[in-house]
């Protein structure tokens, strides 16, 4: 393939499940037919990724997100549409497109149970036919990161959650892959590790060499490392732009929690509007141009406040927000700021 073709080439891709319908839904025109039922999982989804794009996947629960992911790695063959990965298709080239790619997914493992992580990575070694020199640096380089020799002798049975997760990754990028699909790298870890294993994966994007699609639920996660953002909602795509466009997101995360000791009479404030008032705490948002530092100056100054909360809006509420910006209904109340 050219360089100028894209390394993931996801066209009109459609997917439904069928499962079992209500058991209750037995007819007795047709005793032994038992109905089923028909989801979207995915519907009618383009989407392109270039060498060294670093693209957010997000969405809702159950919005299509693993089923993409399953249907990029071969795990899954579209009902209609079509899937190239570095130009071939994943699904019927599975062993060669498993060469171009590194997968993880959220707490499930791909190393061998009973085995330290050290074995497995030997393993690997074999199967990706790597020459030992290669093997030897690109371990060296994710101990450096992920300081795995700490715990790699020990059979992986044994790792807490953090250290496997460490190990999954590495084990996912021995073999230098084209392209990474991460399903939730860090749901479940500490920050100190979700801190390496952020450092490593900006040190991957920094490379430009990698194709790099992250699921997660972590909107930090995503302001560190993404520069595109691709949201799906019910099976469509609703939002693919680059992450300064997330002017809404940014907009929402804004706001703050004003706590007072009693529901306050309504709030008049110059830098800040006020989203939403639960009993006696205040959700405000500065206006354009105005800084959180500079309304809590104003609240203070003016207004009995107990405590002022930096919280922002959750993940979910940013994605709402995409969401209602992406509809064509007109969206309604505070776009989705939680108190
Ligand atoms: N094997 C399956 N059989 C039946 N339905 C399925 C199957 N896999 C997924 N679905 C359905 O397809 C839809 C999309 O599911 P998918 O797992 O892709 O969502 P998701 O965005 O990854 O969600 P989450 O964030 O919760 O992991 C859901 O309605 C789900 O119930």
New binding site residues.
Partial sequence: MSGVEPVIDVTGVT?????WGAAGAWSIRRPFHRPTER????DDVHLRISRGEFVGLL????????????LMTGLLLPDTGTVRVCGLDPYADRERNARNMGVTF?QRTQLWWDLPARDSFSILRDVYGLPGEVWRETLTELDDVLTLSEFWDTPVRFLSLGQRVRCDLAAALLHRPRVLFL??PTIGLDVMVKDQVRELLSRLAATGDHSVVL?T?DMAEVEALCRRIVV?DR?RVVHDGQRDRLAVAADAEQSFLVEFETPPPPLDLVRATVVSVKGATVRVRPVPGADRAEVTAELLAAHPVCSVRYEGATAEDILRALHQRARPEPATGAAGVAT
């Fill in positions: 997917k439904t499940f069928r499962s989801a979207v999982a995915l969405g809702q629960n159950g919005a299509g997100k693993s089923t993409l992911i399953k959220g399903d939730e699921t639920h799906i099976g």
